[in-house]
Nanobody
């Protein structure tokens, strides 16, 4: 089992920044990912990181604006979001996989990010 606790969401003006955190506990992670879901829209991939190597992956609309990092000692992943715009408004979820072939089986509770124009 993996437990994930997100924090760091909030309200920010367009052009601003936010940093989300995801604290993991339990089994060793293979990959941590961030997803988001806006009202009336499907869940969207935001970013992911292979926990062992630090290799990162980003959704197309996030490249150059979002950066994922980790702090191994705290088993915590971070999502730094810059140049936010109202289209980034959504509930952001942290998720985890424990194997390369597995799926994202573990999910956090979600944190709301609201970007005002």
């Amino acid at each position: 089992q993996v437990q994930l606790v997100e924090s760091g969401g909030g309200l920010v003006q367009a052009g601003g920044s936010l940093k989300l955190s995801c604290a993991a506990s339990g089994r060793t992670l293979y990959r941590m990912g961030w997803f988001r879901q806006a009202p009336g829209k499907e869940r969207e991939f935001v970013a992911a990181m292979d926990w062992d190597t630090g290799t990162t992956y980003y959704g197309d609309s996030m490249k150059g604006r979002f950066t994922m990092s980790r702090e191994n000692a705290k088993s915590t992943g971070y999502l730094q979001m810059n140049s936010l715009n109202p289209e980034d408004t959504a509930v952001y979820y942290c998720a985890a996989r424990t194997s390369r072939a597995g799926r994202y089986a573990y999910w956090g509770q979600g944190t709301q990010v609201t970007v005002s124009s």
